[in-house]
C-alpha cells in the first residue's frame, strides 16, 4: 500500500507571493492533517479535515488555508507569503476507528523556502 | 490545554545497548493517546509506537516499548538493543480522543547511536 504522497518535496518562493501544497492520503483513509515544523516553534498543527470539511483549525492567521477533495487528496495554501512562512510542511492520513485507537501516518514533507 | 515535555535535548548510546528517552504530558482529559514518532534527517515522521490511556497493558512493538505511568503522567520510550539506523530525532505526542486528530508534539530528542 503506498504512503502518504506529498508534494512538491522542495520549494523555493519569495516574499509575497502565495503556494500550495498538495498531499494525498493512504488509499482509504479519509482524515488529514497538516502540521508546520520549524526550528524555534517545533511542529504545530495547522487543520484537520474529514470528509471535505475542516474538523479543527490550529492558530495561525488567515493567510493559512486549505481544503480536502472528495477523493480525500488535500491541499494548503499560503498566500501573501513571510520569511517566517519557511518550514517543512507535513501531512499526516489516518483511518478513523471506532475504538479511538487512530494512528496518524506522515508524509515527507515539503520543504518551503522563503526568500 | 494539552503539554508536552521532553527534558532531553540529545542522548547518546552505544550501539546494542538499551536507551530510554523521556516524555511527561499534562492533559485534563481523562481519554487520551500518547504517540512516539521517529524522524531521521530526510523529515518524514514514523510512527513508531501507541498508548492508549485506558490500556492497562505497557505498549510494545519490536525493540521499541513504552513505559506508562499513568499516575506520573510519563510515557518514556524504551529502545532496545540500539542500532546505528536508530540515529534521529524522536517526539512524543498526544492527542485527546473527543473527536479531532490533532496531535500536539515535544520539543523532541535527538538520539545518536554510536559504534
Known amino acids: 500500500k503506498a504512503g502518504v504522497t506529498q508534494t512538491p518535496r522542495y520549494l523555493i518562493k519569495t516574499r509575497g507571493q502565495q503556494v500550495t501544497l498538495s498531499c494525498s492520503p493512504i488509499s482509504g483513509h479519509r482524515s488529514v492533517s497538516w502540521y508546520q515544523q520549524t526550528p524555534g516553534q517545533g511542529l504545530q498543527f495547522l487543520f484537520e479535515?474529514?470528509?471535505?470539511?475542516?474538523?479543527n483549525k490550529g492558530n495561525f492567521p488567515g493567510r493559512f488555508s486549505g481544503r480536502q477533495f472528495s477523493n480525500s487528496r488535500s491541499e494548503m495554501n499560503v498566500s501573501t507569503l513571510e520569511l517566517g512562512d519557511s518550514a517543512l510542511y507535513l501531512c499526516?492520513?489516518?483511518?478513523?476507528?471506532?475504538?479511538?485507537?487512530?494512528?496518524?501516518?506522515f508524509g515527507a514533507g515539503t520543504r518551503l523556502s522563503v526568500l | 490545554a494539552q503539554k508536552i515535555t521532553q527534558t532531553q535535548p540529545g542522548m547518546f548510546v552505544q550501539e546494542k545497548e538499551a536507551v530510554t528517552l523521556d516524555c511527561t504530558y499534562d492533559t485534563s482529559d481523562p481519554s487520551y493517546g500518547l504517540f512516539w514518532y521517529k524522524q531521521p534527517s530526510s523529515g518524514e515522521m514514523i510512527f513508531l509506537i501507541y498508548?492508549?490511556?485506558?490500556?492497562?497493558q505497557n505498549a510494545t512493538e519490536g525493540r521499541y516499548s513504552l513505559n506508562f505511568q499513568k499516575a506520573r503522567k510519563s510515557a518514556n520510550l524504551v529502545i532496545s538493543a540500539s542500532q546505528l539506523g536508530d540515529s534521529a530525532m524522536y517526539f512524543c505526542a498526544m492527542r485527546e480522543e473527543g473527536g479531532s486528530e490533532k496531535l500536539v508534539f515535544g520539543k523532541g530528542t535527538k538520539l545518536t547511536v554510536n559504534p
Open positions: 498508548q492508549g490511556s485506558y490500556d492497562q
Open positions: 479535515y474529514f470528509s471535505e470539511t475542516q474538523r
Open positions: 499526516a492520513s489516518s483511518l478513523l476507528h471506532k475504538e479511538g485507537k487512530n494512528i496518524q501516518y
